[in-house]
């Protein structure tokens, strides 16, 4: 099998392995061809906790500083704070220096529009044609700008949100609250946003040096850089649970979601929060001490929205079904969307109801009432204040959430051979149940579904199925792997 | 056109022209390759493209494994200073010195805090050309660390060198003109540490340049319209990164740059006698000092790196340059103009006398200085041509074309940092320095043609 490239210059940013194809020379070009594009102005920049952040940031500023921009600097920024930021600062855009949930030696630029939002494909292909393109600006010396530290990026995202949710309600509940930040850049904001919602707080992992630094460089030189064990939650395609998961907490628990649960036992929190490294996403522990699963904190969300606004909700392909029950009963529309957050955020510029919810089963909460990207603050204060408002539990909330069981498994193959066997198993498949072909192959039973769907990142295909019982899921992921196991000479 | 020149000790070009980050990232990278990881000290001066230079550099050599001793905004001579304090494997001055404010540059250090030898240069020319860099795995990249302080450490370093004693029970007052360049904000400390009175001119460091950051008598109104309202002592004017000075006298008279070099060594010659090094095209003032004090001269191509590395070959005592470069061996082997400014404040002190004086004890030559535009593919053959004009004389082709007499010389180089070819000419009169410069200069204009 063809091995992956480790180089992605692709229509959802650039990422590349460093110490081999992610240079700063390559940075710099592509900042130096975003800065172009946005055709100068201020660009905010920022970057996640890994270590080779520092090194990136400066290529990127470098970059953008010779296109004739004037770079932000927002150092280590919650990824949610940055985008408000990049729409409220009125910037031209802004550049990412962050591989979200990649492996450490890995790193990546996303590009953001001025809107706040990442570039939408067809930017990303105008941006991507000048970089290969190579005419980029050269700003003469009297033209350059200077370089500007931002030291309070998250300030307009806090203001947004403490106006949007209702304070006063949450902060007479007086909750107590552990929160994980999973030493990510959560922890420049999540703390202080619980306290202005009056809640009492204890926090773990809350040193934004990432869970990625170490300091290898023996003791004493780089006061301050801790090696830290503790590893976010969240992991984009749960490969820690690959034999499959569900919804339900049957599930043996890795070891970093044991802190956080004892902690909430410990403390007798209310409620307990996780956040992956960028803060966009979030995960939920119920105050019994279980963790709640990762596709529960949208449907959670949405469950509250609906009950209190008209509107519709977007979400992927993938995301539980539960959300069409739950919409189903307020009479609000589902759209689904390709995978992929950009995608779900195009929908939700443009559903018709307006969407009041939206996301992705993997924590990831948009509520556009605040700004149209995933945002972990977000999905905290809407728990809360569902919390405060229905005067329950969160154990008693979650069991008012549709019962699945969500399987994902995975088999090795190429994007290549992904696209073929979707177009074999469709005919193996046709006329049993509601076919979508909107990406990869997903087919919508009365009781159950299944989705097929070559990975963007790896050589793998996806294979996903969903239930109502963890026994009917199973059986589903194995008759489609049965399926492909039989065509499988034939791709 | 683009203008870009590569020397021994770095890479000199103008802004958004042919100084990219690309470019910035590749050569930097070649230094990092060079010095196998170890820590690197960068510092700038205050130019507005100074940022740029500075974010490409940190990215390129954190990705070659090297640390970067980041000391900001900071004079080369005492970026220099530190690489050996710190013991750190070199050091990367983005500063273009005292080119205008088109220009950027960055030059390297080695570990002993001089400009790379010509052998040195090569090598990281040859990496930059083969781009073959080393690329460490995230667990291997270099750190970024802020140094504290380390304006305190030089400045100790240079009190102790000279007699600040005496330099502080002289009561000088001075003005010092820093061109809003990487010494404005070092002026303050410096007068501190020598205990003399200070009067800044031009002296925030936010890279807006009053005049071209070269010390010579046209860029110092300022200075002399000051000097004599305030009844000061003396006056300097600085370049951009602090490597050349220039004086002006407490009469207001601003003494041109070849006078520096001969005035730090009128004394120092008596305190440390030894081989003198210096340039082809420096005044033959200091021929006539370094003979007084019965010191050999040994004379050099033009640059740093040819004069420090001379200084160390030679074992001489001193080097510099007529364009007000002068490195003191005594306190290290770099241009330093803070030593310099120290050491003619010290003999000011110690000897009594007005810099007025001190100038008047040198002997008087006329020095005829001129440049003439010329394509960089051209500059060469065209100095080449002038041989012909000298076809009746012995000519010295260690730098350009040389030609010397009893009573004075000419000579034609090309620049080292500008497409264009110097004539500079002397004499002990001022018409005969004036008429061996035109006779050249109207030959090449001829051969441009």
Redesign the interface.
């Known amino acids: 099998m063809k091995k992956i490239s480790s180089l992605k210059i692709s229509i959802s940013g650039v990422r590349g ?4 194809s992610l ?3 390559l ?3 592509l900042s ?1 061809a975003f800065g172009t594009y946005v055709g100068g102005g201020p660009v905010i920049v920022g970057r996640d906790a ?3 952040g ?3 940031l ?2 990127v ?3 953008l ?2 296109s004739g921009c004037q770079p932000i600097d927002v150092g280590i920024c919650p990824i949610p704070s940055f985008l408000f930021l990049a729409k409220e600062a009125k910037s031209s855009g802004g550049i990412s220096v962050t591989a979200s949930h990649n492996p ?2 890995w ?1 990546g630029l996303k590009f953001i529009s001025r809107d706040g939002l990442y570039l939408t494909p067809h930017q990303m292909e105008e941006f991507l044609d000048i970089y290969h393109q190579g005419d980029f600006t ?7 700008k ?2 500007r530290a931002e030291s309070q990026p998250v300030e307009p995202h806090l203001k947004k949100l403490l106006g949007y949710f209702n304070a006063d309600l949450i902060r007479r509940r007086k909750f107590k609250v552990a929160l994980d930040c999973g030493n990510g850049a959560g922890a420049i904001l999540a703390p202080r946003f619980l306290q202005e919602l009056g809640c009492e707080t204890v926090v773990i992992n809350a040193v934004p040096d990432g869970s990625f630094a ?1 300091g ?2 023996g003791p004493g030189l ?1 006061p301050g850089v801790h090696f830290r064990r503790t590893r976010p939650l969240i992991q984009a395609t749960g490969e820690w649970r690959a034999e499959g998961s569900s919804l339900d907490q049957s599930e043996p628990l890795p070891e970093n979601i044991k802190e956080i649960c004892r902690t909430v036992v410990k403390s007798r929190a209310d409620v307990g929060f996780v956040q992956d490294a960028d803060a966009d996403r979030l995960a939920i522990v119920n105050d019994k001490g279980r963790p709640l699963g990762e596709e529960l904190t949208l449907a959670l969300a949405a469950q509250y929205m609906l009950g209190k606004k008209k509107g519709s909700v977007v979400c992927n392909l993938s995301t539980t079904r539960a959300i069409d029950d739950i919409a189903a009963a307020r009479k609000a529309p589902v759209f689904r969307t390709k995978i992929g957050e950009i995608n779900v955020v195009e929908k939700v510029l443009t559903a018709e109801p307006a969407a009041v919810i939206a996301g992705e089963g993997n924590g990831g909460v948009i509520l556009p009432g605040v700004h149209p990207c995933r945002d972990s603050f977000a999905g905290m204060g809407l728990i809360l204040e569902y919390l405060a408002a229905s005067g329950r539990t969160i154990s008693a909330l979650q069991k008012r959430v549709p019962r699945y069981v969500m399987i994902k498994d995975k088999i090795e193959g190429s994007a290549e051979q992904g696209y073929r066997l979707v177009g074999l198993l469709k005919k193996r498949y046709e006329g049993e149940g509601r076919i979508s072909l909107l990406d990869g192959l997903k087919i919508d039973f009365p009781d159950h579904w299944i989705h097929v769907r070559p990975s963007n990142t790896e050589p793998i295909i996806r294979v996903i199925s969903e239930a109502r019982t963890e026994s009917a899921a199973k059986a589903a992921i194995r008759r489609l792997k049965k399926e492909i196991e039989e065509l499988k000479n034939q791709i | 056109m683009k203008l870009l020149k590569i020397g021994i000790s770095g890479v000199r070009g ?4 042919s100084i ?3 470019l ?3 050569f930097a ?1 070649a230094f990092g390759t060079r010095v196998h990881s170890r820590p690197v000290l960068v510092g700038r001066d205050t ?3 100074g ?3 500075h ?2 550099g ?3 050599l ?2 070659t494994g090297c640390d970067v001793l980041d000391l900001g905004i900071c004079p080369t001579p005492i970026l220099q200073y530190m690489v050996t304090r710190l013991k750190a494997g070199g050091g990367m001055s983005i500063t273009a010195g005292h080119n205008d ?2 220009w ?1 540059a960055l030059s390297f250090i080695n570990q002993d805090g001089m400009t790379l030898n010509p052998f040195q240069g090569a090598e990281v020319l040859d990496i930059y050309h083969l781009g073959k860099f080393k ?11 802020d140094v504290a302080l380390y304006a305190d450490e030089y400045f100790d370093g240079l009190r102790a060198f000279l007699d600040a004693e005496a330099i502080g029970k002289a009561r000088l007052k001075v003005v010092i003109d820093a061109c809003n360049g990487a010494g404005a904000p070092f002026l303050k400390p410096m007068a501190r540490a020598l205990g003399f009175e200070l009067i800044p001119v031009n002296h925030e460091p936010n890279g807006f340049f009053p005049h071209d950051p070269e010390p010579r008598p046209r860029n110092a109104q300022q200075v002399v319209a000051i000097i004599k309202a305030v009844g000061a002592d003396v006056g300097f004017l600085l370049n951009s990164d602090v490597s050349r000075v220039s004086c002006v006298t407490e009469t207001g008279e601003s003494l041109s740059e070849e006078f520096t070099f001969p005035l730090v060594a009128g004394q120092y010659l008596e305190d440390h006698c030894g081989p003198v090094v210096t340039n082809l095209s420096t005044s033959r003032m200091i021929e006539d000092v370094a003979r007084g004090r019965n010191c050999p001269l040994v004379r050099t191509k033009v640059g740093q790196s040819y004069a420090v590395h001379a200084l160390l070959q030679e074992d001489a005592v001193l080097a510099g340059e007529g364009s007000g470069g002068v490195a003191l061996a005594a306190f290290q082997p770099a241009f330093d103009s803070f030593a310099t400014m120290g050491y003619i404040l010290q003999t000011m002190a110690i000897r009594g006398r007005t810099i007025s004086r001190l100038a008047g004890e040198l002997p008087r030559y006329h020095i005829v200085k001129e440049k003439i535009p010329c394509p960089p593919s051209r500059v060469h053959s065209v100095v080449s041509e002038v041989k012909k004009f000298f076809r009746r004389h012995e000519i010295d082709e260690s730098d350009g074309i040389r030609v010397e007499d009893k009573s004075g010389w000419v000579q034609v180089r090309t620049s080292g940092t500008e497409p264009m070819i110097r004539i500079i000419a002397e004499d002990r009169v001022k018409s005969k320095a004036r008429k061996r410069a035109d006779e050249v200069i109207d030959f090449i204009n001829v051969s441009i043609q």
């Open positions: 392995i460093i110490g081999d240079t700063p020379q940075a710099g070009a130096q890994r270590p080779s520092p090194m990136l400066q290529a500023i470098a970059g500083l010779s450490k030696e790193n050269y700003a003469p010396p009297d033209r350059l200077a370089l170490h290898g460089r780089y | 103008i802004v958004g022209d990219t980050p690309k910035v990232m590749d990278a130019r507005i493209s940022p740029l230079l974010a490409a940190l990215a390129a954190l990705s404010i088109q950027n690329k460490v795995s995230t667990d291997r990249l270099g750190r970024i660390r």
